[in-house]
């Protein structure tokens, strides 16, 4: 994200916070400034390796008491198969539902809304005579840029960066 749509964001949540009457502290300005600064997801303990750069007495309890105040906003949303967190790109719309897609070579994590896939959700819970409080929608696969690496053959003379090995899963 470049400098000025991450000040757009930080603009937008601190206009959300002051409609909502909620503190976004300093420090939960930076947790949030740092997730825009991602091209993917990120974990807890590297979003404090980056903070520490500002704050060198943060703590572990320091981000993840940022996290949950970020989650709670819509800010953020975890990604509960690699347990770590991304900055929402449908900020302005409180109550959506998305669809994760993860890059397992690069990491990359795209936002889509899933409001389709929200209904089959809720239509299988209802026939099961389930409570259905919580969804989690994540894909793994590879991002159209790497999807054209690893279908690639001709790795000597093509300029692409082969180095990278997508990541196997260890279930
Ligand atoms: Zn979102
Ligand atoms: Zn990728
Ligand atoms: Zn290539």
């Known amino acids: 994200m470049d400098i000025t749509t991450s000040q757009n964001v930080l603009a937008q949540a601190e206009k ?3 409609q909502r009457n909620v503190r976004l502290t300093p420090q939960r300005l930076e947790v949030l400034r740092l997730l825009t600064q ?3 997801a990120i974990s ?3 979003l404090l390796d980056l903070l520490r750069a500002s704050e060198p007495q943060a703590k572990p309890p320091t981000v993840y008491r940022a996290l949950d105040f970020l989650l709670e906003q819509g800010f953020v949303h975890r990604v509960e198969s690699t347990n770590s ?3 929402c790109h449908l900020f302005d719309q ?6 994760m897609f993860i890059c397992d070579r690069c990491g990359a994590v795209k936002e889509h809304g899933a409001q ?3 209904d089959i959700m809720h239509q299988l819970a209802a026939q099961l005579g389930f409570a259905l409080h919580h969804n989690v929608i994540e894909a793994h696969g590879l991002c159209s840029a790497c999807a054209e690496v690893e279908a690639c053959s001709h790795p000597e003379a093509c300029g692409h960066d082969h180095t990278i090995q997508s990541k196997k899963k260890s279930r």
């Open 38 to 40: 991602q091209a993917g």
């Open 85 to 87: 967190y991304v900055l």
């Open 16 to 18: 959300l916070c002051e």
């Open 94 to 99: 409180p109550t959506h539902s998305s669809a």
């Open 116 to 118: 389709g896939v929200e």
């Open 44 to 46: 807890a303990y590297d």
